[in-house]
């Protein structure tokens, strides 16, 4: 059974502060994901990564960075928490050209 | 550019109808996947199916069937008698297929499927 993890079901941040958003997946995959997922948005993708040390900009990069220092594990990082980045935060697998695995999500809420 | 529609935004029926998620999508590339989703309560999305471009049959899972037409250019989910069990978010979603496939995915704005008991 593939396994996605992410480091927090819930968190709760202050304006300003820098957050740290982990994944990590035990499946071998290159492919990793981040998204989040607003009513009425749906699902955007924020950065993505096909090996390690490599990233690519999805459709909302502003704001966050992301790193992959080893193959399991893909990191999201918000330099400077804002009200605007309160949000479920998905974070997915997959092998080259095939399904994405998701992890159970984490809401972040930024006061 | 590619798109997917997912026109229902909520659906609700009662439990033992059966229901039908449309999905209808925009691409220029000869070869892509398509999926489905399913996102109960809890939050986690639950892959249901893959398809290639190139495989219109129609598949059937258990209560689940998922209809191809490349005519159409749409992808339908059929849940056959439906249960509680089965409420959720349900996204399908497209992606780029070939030696340009990135495995990103464009979604859907989602159904939210509710079944009454």
């Known amino acids: 059974d593939v396994k996605v993890t992410q480091s927090s079901r819930y968190l709760v941040k202050r304006t300003g502060e820098k957050v740290f958003l982990e994944c990590v997946q035990d499946m071998d995959h290159e492919n990793m994901f981040w998204y989040r997922q607003d009513p009425g948005l749906g699902l955007r993708l924020i950065y993505f990564?096909?090996?390690?040390?490599?990233?690519e900009k999805g459709d909302i990069p502003e704001g966050y960075s992301v790193s992959r220092e080893k193959k399991e594990r893909f990191s999201l990082i918000l330099e400077s928490a804002s009200t605007n980045q309160t949000s479920m935060y998905l974070c997915?697998?997959?092998?080259?050209?095939?399904?994405?695995?998701f992890g159970p999500g984490t809401r972040l809420t930024v006061t | 550019a590619q798109k997917v529609t997912q026109a229902q935004t909520e659906i609700s029926v009662v439990e033992k109808e059966d229901v039908t998620l449309d999905c209808v999508y925009e691409t220029r590339d000869t070869t892509y996947y398509l999926f489905w989703y399913k996102q109960p309560p809890s939050g986690e999305l639950v892959f249901l199916i893959r398809?290639?471009?190139?495989?219109?049959q129609n598949e059937i899972s258990g209560r689940y069937s998922w209809n191809f037409q490349k005519s159409t250019s749409s992808f339908n989910f059929t849940i056959t008698a439906s249960q509680v069990v089965d409420s959720a978010v349900y996204f399908c979603a497209l992606s780029q297929g070939g030696s340009g496939n990135t495995g990103k995915l464009i979604f859907g704005q989602g159904t939210t499927l509710q079944v009454k008991p």
């Open positions: 990564s096909y090996d390690v040390k490599m990233k």
């Open positions: 997915a697998s997959s092998l080259q050209g095939s399904e994405q695995y």
């Open positions: 398809r290639n471009s190139f495989d219109e």
